[in-house]
Antibody, heavy 122, light 107 residues
Framework: EVQLVQSGAEVKKPGESLKISCKGSGYSFTSYWIGWVRQMPGKGLEWMGIIYPGDSDTRYSPSFQGQVTISADKSISTAYLQWSSLKASDTAMYYC???????????????WGQGTLVTVSS | DIQMTQSPSSLSASVGDRVTITCRASQGISNSLAWYQQKPGKAPKLLLYAASRLESGVPSRFSGSGSGTDYTLTISSLQPEDFATYYCQQYYSTPQTFGQGTKVEIK
């Protein structure tokens, strides 16, 4: 069974750093794009960026470029989303999701991780 | 970036109703469109891809159509479990983008 399991909820203060994870299993981790999607409280889905673990090719939305870093460690089949200095406005649910079709062509997300809730508050 | 505009942003409907949600892209996306359903507190669930292809296990009352810039999700006979928020997503080019969502509520 293909699964993405995300790390647990985080509560942080403004200015702190954070790295959340998404572990893939049941498939060839290096052969599928994995992306990150933000959902702020009560709001819609926002595509943040994607990474191809096979060669670490990474694409960002301009809205998130420079604000977060997406990475992957193919030795442990895990993708990451990290912040160097959190803001209150980073409070949101963050989902990882894998492209459904193998290879480098862009396609849709399936499956999704269960989500990681990040709360940033002083 | 390609902007995706969904309409309506919300609708009220009854069980058994036919429901249509529209998604318009700011430029042609060659049927590179997916639809997702999200229920409160849950991750989105893929319903359709390539504008009209039903994901395995998704009920046939869901269908998609469209071409160029304009796409439609139709629920032929709304069921109680269909009350949720629906999103379109273009994957024609990066950054991929989502529509703002359509909340389907019980009338």
């Amino acid at each position: 069974e293909v699964q993405l399991v995300q790390s647990g909820a985080e509560v942080k203060k403004p200015g702190e750093s954070l790295k959340i994870s998404c572990k893939g299993s049941g498939y060839s981790f290096t052969s599928y794009w994995i992306g990150w999607v933000r959902q702020m409280p009560g709001k819609g889905l926002e595509w943040m960026g994607i990474i191809y673990p096979g060669d670490s090719d990474t694409r960002y939305s301009p809205s998130f470029q420079g604000q977060v870093t997406i990475s992957a460690d193919k030795s442990i089949s895990t993708a990451y989303l990290q912040w160097s200095s959190l803001k209150a406005s980073d409070t949101a649910m963050y989902y990882c999701a894998r492209h459904e079709r193998v290879g480098r062509n862009q396609n849709w997300f399936d499956p999704w991780g269960q989500g990681t809730l990040v709360t940033v508050s002083s | 970036d390609i902007q995706m505009t969904q309409s309506p942003s919300s609708l009220s409907a009854s069980v058994g109703d036919r429901v249509t949600i529209t998604c318009r892209a700011s430029q042609g996306i060659s049927n590179s469109l997916a639809w997702y359903q999200q229920k409160p507190g849950k991750a989105p669930k893929l319903l359709l891809y390539a504008a009209s292809r039903l994901e395995s296990g998704v009920p046939s009352r869901f269908s998609g159509s469209g071409s160029g810039t304009d796409y439609t999700l139709t629920i032929s006979s709304l069921q109680p479990e269909d009350f949720a928020t629906y999103y379109c997503q273009q994957y024609y080019s990066t950054p991929q983008t989502f529509g703002q969502g359509t909340k389907v509520e019980i009338k």
